[in-house]
């Protein structure tokens, strides 16, 4: 009789323990994920608070300063910087002078 309990027993616990790997470690791992996440939500809510307030403030800021622009002030995005880059003829060569990393990564020079 006792070598049929050991064996129940052995075969309990040979199939028990992956139900316990695969069902309860990944239960208990997002029950400490879950509080940690509270934790971590209370302790910062000040900050949050601190930091939704002034982008508010910095949102009706900008508002009031935009609102109070121009009409004429659109169309600045139309002018052209005087510092650009020149172009040359078609199939002709360009300027020597590429400043940048466009300049370096060049396939042509």
């Not at 000040?46 to 002034?54: Q, S, T």
Request: aromatic content about 12%.
């Amino acid at each position: 009789m006792e070598r049929s309990n050991l064996a129940f027993t052995t075969v309990g616990v040979v199939v028990l323990l992956p139900l316990i790997g695969f069902l309860i470690f990944p239960l208990l791992w997002r029950a400490v994920g879950w509080v940690l996440g509270c934790y971590l939500r209370k302790k910062t809510e000040g900050r949050r608070a601190c930091i939704v307030e002034a982008m508010e403030a910095d949102q009706k800021a900008f508002v009031r300063k935009s609102s109070s622009k121009k009409a004429g002030d659109d169309e600045e995005w139309e002018n052209i910087d005087s510092s650009t880059t020149g172009s040359s003829n078609n199939g002709g060569k360009g300027q020597r002078e590429w400043d940048g990393i466009v300049g370096f990564f060049h396939p042509f020079w």
